[in-house]
Structure formats: C-alpha cells, structure tokens
C-alpha cells in the first residue's frame, strides 16, 4: 500500500538529508508507528506520501501508484484516500460536531442524502454518539481528537495518517482514541501513527519502524518504542 524504494529527501535550505535512503513497505490493513527523536524525519515521510513534498531519490508509490508520475491534477484524488489526523485536531470551531464530519463529504459533492446516512454512523464508530450538536469548545480534548478521526475516516480512505494524535491529550484519554484507531484498522485501513508517546506504542505491540537522523535504524514487527535488546 505504501512503498518507499530508497528514498532520500534534502530540503533546498537545508545540507543534511531528511530522510536518507529509506525503505519502507507497509502493506494493506497494516498498522504501523513511525517513531525517533524531533527532526528525525517521520513528517517529512507523511509529506511524501501525501506528494505535499517530492523525494530528492528514489520513488514513493501509494496503492501500486508511483508519486512521481502522478500529474498535479491528480494529487487531490491521492489525498482523499488518504485520511489525515493531527495533534492540534483542525476543527472548524463554527461548526458543530455533525457539520465538521459533514464537511469533509461536502467539499467533495457528497450528496445529502448520503451524508445524513452516513455522518451519524461514523459518529458512533469513534464513541461520540449522541453528541453530534456539539460546538468543539463544548468537547474535552480527546472528544475533538475523535470528531477528528470522524472527519478523516468518513469517507472511508485507503490509508490513514496520523502526525501525533495524542501529543495534545493525557495518558488515560490516548488509551481511548488508540482503541477507536485500532478498530478504524480492524475495518481494513493502514494506519501510519507519527508518535514520541512510548506508552502508546509498548501497549499496542503493533510494527515500529524507528527513524535517526533520516535513517531507519529499526524495523520490528510487534515492537516497542525503545530498543527491544
Ligand atoms: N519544510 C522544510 N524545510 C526545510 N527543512 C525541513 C522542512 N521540514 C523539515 N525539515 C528538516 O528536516 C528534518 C526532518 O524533519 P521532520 O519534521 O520530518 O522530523 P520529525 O521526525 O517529524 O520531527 P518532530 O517529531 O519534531 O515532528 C529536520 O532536520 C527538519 O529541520
């Protein structure tokens, strides 16, 4: 699904590379936590597949597409398989919690009828049910973070990317939002989680590949965020 072949990224500004000669595959329905200290490379690996950067070598293919010979006019047909969730959640705050999942249907002509059927049910599927009307500033931290997740997986991508979700959230609220990532994988979806939260990842025994100055230093199947050795 996701498919690096030696990928080298050096931003113009900068000398060292950001990410150097990686390979990485990351198959359908995988989870897998991107880990390694600040600036170690792990957004700029979410850029590239999101095509928001290009690789100085190498190639990046999604879903058996090489990023390098998709046209311009075509990125915004990548992006929408391709779910997005941040640390600092991006809700629109006049927009109460049905209308920020709603949007993401919207802007890409959804038909009504489609929305209200499924909005509600994606909804539940991230343990907001019930609480559809409510503003974000009506929500707890981890409630916006799961309209968030709502948001990213209503229209059901292939893949979700996920840059620190729980880096704005408390220890007993991520346990919550890893459980609603977990059953958002279980529907077939790959999901690649950016984190520094080593609670997280021991729990989850899920593939670690661990990044060190724009190298991959470790790549384990069931593994956790510090060395295993
Ligand atoms: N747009 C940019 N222009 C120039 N250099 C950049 C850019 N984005 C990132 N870098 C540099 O590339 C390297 C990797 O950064 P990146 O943001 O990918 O790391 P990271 O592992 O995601 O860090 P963090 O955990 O802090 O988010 C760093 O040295 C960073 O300074």
Redesign the pocket.
């Known amino acids: 699904m996701i498919h690096f072949d030696n990928v080298t990224?050096v931003?113009?500004?900068?000398k060292?590379p950001?990410?150097e000669e990686v390979s990485v595959d990351v198959d359908k329905g995988e989870f897998a936590f991107?880990v390694?200290?600040?600036?170690?490379?792990?957004?700029?690996?979410?850029?590239l597949i999101l095509k928001e950067?290009k690789p100085t070598r190498g190639n990046v293919h999604i879903a058996g597409k090489d990023l390098a010979r998709l046209s311009n006019w075509k990125v915004p047909h990548l992006r929408r398989r391709i779910g997005c969730v941040f640390q600092d959640f991006r809700l629109l705050p006049n927009k109460n919690v049905f209308e920020n999942v709603a949007f993401a249907l919207e802007v890409i002509g959804k038909p009504r009828r489609f929305i209200r059927k499924v909005v509600p049910e994606v909804i539940e599927l991230v343990g907001l049910e019930g609480k559809g009307d409510r503003m974000p500033d009506e929500l707890s931290g981890g409630e916006q973070q799961r309209v968030a997740i709502a948001r990213a997986f209503v229209n059901r991508p292939q893949i979700l990317l996920a840059?620190?979700p729980t880096g704005n959230i408390d220890p007993a609220t991520s346990i919550g939002i890893m459980k609603v990532l977990d059953r958002i994988n279980r529907t077939g979806t790959t999901v690649v989680m950016?984190t520094?939260d080593a609670a997280i990842v021991d729990s989850m025994r899920k593939r670690v590949v661990e990044?060190e100055e724009?190298v991959v230093v470790r790549d384990q199947t069931r593994g956790v965020y510090g060395q295993a050795y």
């Open positions: 990224k931003y113009t500004t900068q060292r950001a990410l991107l390694g200290p600040s600036g170690s490379g792990k957004s700029t690996m979410l850029r950067e840059d620190e950016a520094h990044l724009g």
